[in-house]
């Protein structure tokens, strides 16, 4: 077991789509299997689960302010993967040597998750789905400077221009005024946390270089939370409107569904399946966060947000079908690995 989580640890992790496979031991390593129907739904699914996401946040904010929604939403994703990392045989309990790491990551999943559900907040959903998945745009910046070997070049650059430019078209536009109190600020709010989205992944790709994958993921919530409570109880009232179903399914949703069976899910398909297929099946993720916005929200959608959504899309596949491919280890830095989806 603890070399088939270091197959993905030294993969798993920077930033649009989840990466490479896991092997099940040293002495043999185990061949990819082929993608059939049922597999590819099965990653299908889960996009569709994390474009759902965003909405999922939005609808959860009618009822708690971000920093008590945040609390209870990590709070529900560590019991979930603490439990499978148990179930799995995976020793959680850090090494003295891993803590500085850890508490980065904690620390920066503090920062981005708030700004994400102030900006959600703020603008409408479908605005932020986009935007937040935006990331692989700062991810690849970063890349070029502190990830040996991962320089921006040629297509890339192209695709990093063009994603650049449907964010410009996104961010000045003007969602409904019903969702979107704030539309500027909470535009904004959304590019910045999709900034600290990148950061989290270059610092997590650093990390689990000496850290069990699941380990960082566990703790990287764990730590987040006394810093989520601390905030909530003294800036924000528990509740801000009467509790409903709604908010409460939406919670449930974010913790269980997405931090919960979609990591664990798109863990066994990255394990068994090549990454490489596997992976596009995350490109249409701000996609369906639009198409459940619209559905759920029935928001209006101008042409230059479709156009700008679209660049968005354009531009992270033409990111992510050209990166570099040293023999070692392949570079990732168009993906995004389960770390940032879980939270």
């Not at 597999?39 to 965003?54: D, K, M, Q, Y």
Request: hydrophobic share 55%.
């Amino acid at each position: 077991m603890r070399a088939m989580l270091k197959g993905w640890q030294e993969r798993a992790f920077p930033a649009v789509t989840p990466s490479p496979p896991l092997q099940m031991d040293d002495d043999a390593p185990r061949r990819d299997k082929s993608v059939g129907i049922g597999v590819a739904l099965a990653a299908l699914a889960i996009s569709v689960f994390w474009g759902a996401n965003i909405v999922a946040l939005k609808a959860g904010l009618s009822a708690f302010p971000p920093s008590w929604g945040a609390f209870w939403r990590m709070g529900v994703g560590a019991i979930i993967i603490g439990l499978w990392a148990r179930g799995e045989g995976v020793h959680l309990w850090p090494n003295r040597d891993e803590w500085g790491g850890l508490f980065a990551l904690g620390i920066f999943c503090f920062i981005q998750i708030s700004l994400l559900n102030h900006g959600v907040n703020l603008t409408s959903a479908a605005y932020a789905v986009v935007l937040i998945n935006a990331h692989p745009i700062f991810t690849n910046l970063l890349a070029h400077y502190f990830v040996p070997g991962d320089r921006v070049t040629g297509m890339r650059l192209v695709g990093l221009m063009i994603a650049f430019a449907g964010i410009s078209f996104i961010f000045l536009g003007k969602p409904d005024a019903q969702w979107a109190p704030s539309p500027y600020w909470g535009n904004l709010i959304s590019v910045v946390s999709a900034f600290f989205v990148a950061v989290r992944s270059i610092t997590t790709k650093r990390v689990v270089q000496k850290v069990d994958a699941t380990r960082a993921i566990f703790w990287t919530l764990v730590i987040s939370e006394p810093l989520f409570l601390g905030t909530a109880l003294v800036f924000e009232p528990m509740t801000i409107a009467p509790i409903t179903w709604m908010p409460v399914a939406a919670l449930a949703y974010q913790g269980i569904i997405v931090a919960g069976f979609c990591f664990i899910a798109w863990t066994r398909l990255l394990r068994d399946y090549p990454p490489g297929v596997i992976s596009v099946f995350a490109f249409p993720t701000p996609l369906f966060g639009v198409l459940f916005s619209a559905f759920v929200f029935s928001e209006t959608l101008p042409p230059s947000f479709i156009a700008g959504a679209a660049g968005v899309i354009a531009g992270i596949i033409i990111v992510a079908r050209h990166q570099p491919r040293p023999a070692a280890e392949p570079s990732t830095a168009g993906q995004a690995e389960p770390g940032e989806r879980a939270a």
